[in-house]
């Protein structure tokens, strides 16, 4: 068969991967008497050596269903052919080479819409004839006790799971639910902020939190910020990976440095919320994340949808406005401590460090070059140049393209010194900052020219 690996079409969790022993190698004709029998198998792609052209025990099959994919990892992970005394390994994959784990928790359990005149009886009822259902959960109001159209339902074995999502009909929207925490059961995404630092009020402040004074049940309104070579096609896809989706609309003007702006709808803030936990910072194209924000405007989907309504435009003004403003708060309430360090009195346990550090070097042009690590990824590029500008004598930023670091140089010691002081180890834009000497060039470094016939 050919190999399919980069077909954009197939359904989510439908690949397998299948590690085996290599010194008995087996045919796809094999593979697939072994794996026919769980689905419809539409491709089969072994892993070979370049080289020598020998197998590596690797292979990956792809089903056309999510379903057939399960019962097949449910049936043959540790399966022994009798050619070999090892077992086979049969796991979830996602592409060649990127391995998901086979928790139970993570497969078997779903997120579901549904009628919030439901019963768990009734979905108990319903749903059954899919698999074996271990639990039902209608998430309720505390106060009323009515039903928030939100229930988790958890069946024994996955492959009935996938199959729920597969066949459940129109009027319910499911999807596989996030892994239980430590904590305990959690409704919403463990994202959003539930405590509130009585030192610092400001430190739970979040953008990724949804308006208070918005129902439930009503529209909800993201903004999505997404590299400016993803494509709208793509980004749609992307946000219905959540249910309820009702509209992506890129918003014109409003780019922020390489991404584009999106105003994404859905039917409820349920949805939403679900849209950040699966969404925000997932990294496509790889290097490029994309970021989910909740929008404190509320706009009507009538409205949003009509081309010519003039309410659009003011919507976006707002949408604009209150992203800035937001953003304003998160660096002052990340940066307020760095800010400490630039006043004159150095009785703070950070200044107190500075003389036992070792003295900075200049490079070769008088000037002073730093490293920074940013964890999990790199904040927007106006507040990090704002960050570093708080010390006179900032040259040059330079992130290296597709990473979470980079280069920046100060004219002067003093600033240099300060700003690894300051800012190391602290909070920008919920990423952390790590600040430290660069490794100095090396002087005769020269570019490797490519050999001439």
């Known amino acids: 068969m050919k190999d399919e690996q980069n077909d954009n079409n197939d359904p989510e969790n439908s690949r397998i991967f299948v590690l085996y022993d290599k010194n008995h190698p087996i045919s796809e004709n094999e593979f697939k008497d072994m794996f026919g029998n769980f689905g419809d198998v539409k491709n089969i792609y072994i892993v070979k050596d370049r080289n020598s052209d020998t197998v590596k025990g690797v292979a990956y099959i792809k089903y056309s269903k999510a379903s057939e994919a399960f019962k097949a990892i449910e049936a043959m992970n540790g399966h022994r052919i009798e050619s070999s005394n090892r077992r086979m390994k049969v796991l979830m994959a996602t592409s060649p080479g990127h391995i998901r784990s086979n928790s139970e928790m993570e497969y078997n359990r779903l997120f579901v819409f549904v009628p919030k005149t439901d019963k768990e009886s009734d979905l108990e009822n319903i749903f059954s004839q899919y698999g074996e259902i271990s639990k039902v959960h209608i998430v309720t109001n505390k106060d009323t006790g009515e039903s928030k159209g939100i229930a988790f339902i958890t069946y024994s074995k996955a492959s009935s799971a996938a199959l729920a999502i597969e066949e459940c009909g129109p009027n319910y929207k499911a999807v596989f639910a996030k892994p239980k925490h430590d904590d305990g059961p959690s409704v919403y995404p463990p994202s959003y902020p539930r405590h509130v630092d009585s030192k610092n009020p400001t430190s739970s402040y979040s953008l990724l939190a949804p308006p208070s004074h918005q129902h439930r049940d009503e529209p909800s309104v993201l903004t999505a910020y997404a590299s400016s070579i993803v494509s709208y096609n793509e980004i749609f896809k992307i946000m219905n990976i959540a249910p309820e989706l009702e509209l992506v609309k890129e ?7 390489d991404k584009k702006v999106y105003q994404v709808i859905y039917n409820s803030i349920a949805a939403a919320e679900h849209a950040v936990s699966r969404i925000n910072g997932f990294e496509y194209p790889p290097g490029h994340p994309i970021l989910l924000e909740f929008s404190s405007s509320s706009i009507s989907i009538s409205s949003a949808v009509d081309p010519i309504a003039n309410k659009i435009s003011k919507d976006i003004e707002v949408l604009s406005s209150t992203v800035t403003k937001a953003l304003a708060v998160i660096k002052n309430a990340s940066i307020t401590s760095a800010s400490l360090c630039l006043a004159d009195d150095y009785s703070s346990p950070l200044a107190s460090k500075r003389g036992n550090e070792k003295v900075l070097l ?11 690590v940013c964890k999990p990824i790199i904040p927007p590029m106006r507040l ?17 393209d597709g990473k979470n670091y980079g280069y920046v140089t100060y004219d002067n010691l003093e600033s240099a010194t300060r700003a690894i002081n300051c800012l190391n180890d602290h909070k920008v834009y919920n990423s952390r900052l790590k600040v430290m000497e660069a490794e100095p060039r090396e002087p005769n470094r020269k570019r490797m020219k490519p050999d001439t016939m």
């Open 384 to 400: 990090l140049e704002d960050t570093f500008k708080m010390f006179k004598g900032l040259r040059n930023i330079n992130v290296i």
């Open 251 to 257: 918003i014109p003007r409003q780019q922020m440095y």
């Open 362 to 372: 200049p490079s070769s042009d008088n000037s002073f070059r730093l490293f920074f």
